[in-house]
């Protein structure tokens, strides 16, 4: 069964802490990774896509990178602004609409002043 | 430009209600796919259309249907409200199928 699973559920950070989020996928075969920013109460905002293992893409203080199990969301001495949800998703590989996006939990990043 | 529009903002209803939900799409953008949010969850993927015609179904009861019009515009139709329904109902559009999705503002349905 095609699966997202993004870790931490939670995490704080110290403005001007570097970290990392973690996006781990079980996808038959992966035709791109997107990663959301959503902040509470709003439609999830369009970051990234990645297709391929090696593949990066930056902007502003957030890298995503991608390898062929799983994605990671590098956020570089983040502000307190960077604070909201950030969301992982794969489309599924077999069955239903090859548009569906299978979401993960997310991971809720705070950052303090 | 104007993103993904929804309507309305928020809505309370109660149970056995009807509910209709209404979208509409990045100018351009033909396909248009509905999402269900509950609390501390990501979405859950309920219906895309494109070009009218319905291109995938989730996991969702026959409760739920959608279509889209002419326009592109679409609507998310719930039947017989359970309290269960209660979540944050999103739209997103996209240039074809399988095209990155931007996500509207969503709609925040409260079922009592």
């Known amino acids: 069964e095609d699966q997202v699973t993004q870790s931490p559920e939670a995490l704080r950070l110290q403005e001007g802490e570097s970290s990392s989020l973690n996006c781990s996928y079980t996808v038959s075969g992966l035709r791109g990774l997107f990663w959301y920013r959503q902040d509470p109460g709003k439609g999830p905002e369009f970051l990234f896509t990645l297709y391929s293992a090696g593949e990066e893409k930056e902007k502003e203080r957030l890298k995503a990178t991608l390898t062929k199990k799983e994605s990671f969301l590098h956020i570089t001495a983040p502000k307190p602004e960077d604070s909201a949800t950030y969301l992982c998703a794969v489309p599924p590989f077999y069955g239903g609409s090859q548009g569906n996006l299978i979401f993960g939990k997310g991971t809720k990043l705070s950052v303090k002043p | 430009d104007a993103g993904v529009t929804q309507s309305p903002t928020h809505l309370i209803k109660t149970r056995g209600q009807q509910v209709t939900l209404r979208c509409s799409p990045i100018?351009?953008?033909?396909?248009v796919s509905w999402y269900q949010q509950v609390l501390g969850q990501g979405p859950q993927f309920i219906f895309q259309?494109?070009?009218?015609?319905?291109?995938g179904r989730g996991n969702f009861p026959d409760r739920f249907s959608a279509r889209q019009f002419p326009n592109y515009s679409s609507e998310l139709n719930v039947n017989a409200l359970l309290l269960g329904d209660s979540a944050l109902y999103l739209c997103?559009?996209?240039?074809?199928?399988?095209?990155?999705?931007?996500f509207g503002p969503g709609t925040r349905l409260t079922v009592l």
């Open positions: 259309y494109y070009e009218k015609e319905e291109r």
């Open positions: 100018s351009g953008h033909k396909s």
């Open positions: 997103a559009s996209s240039l074809g199928v399988t095209d990155t999705q931007y």
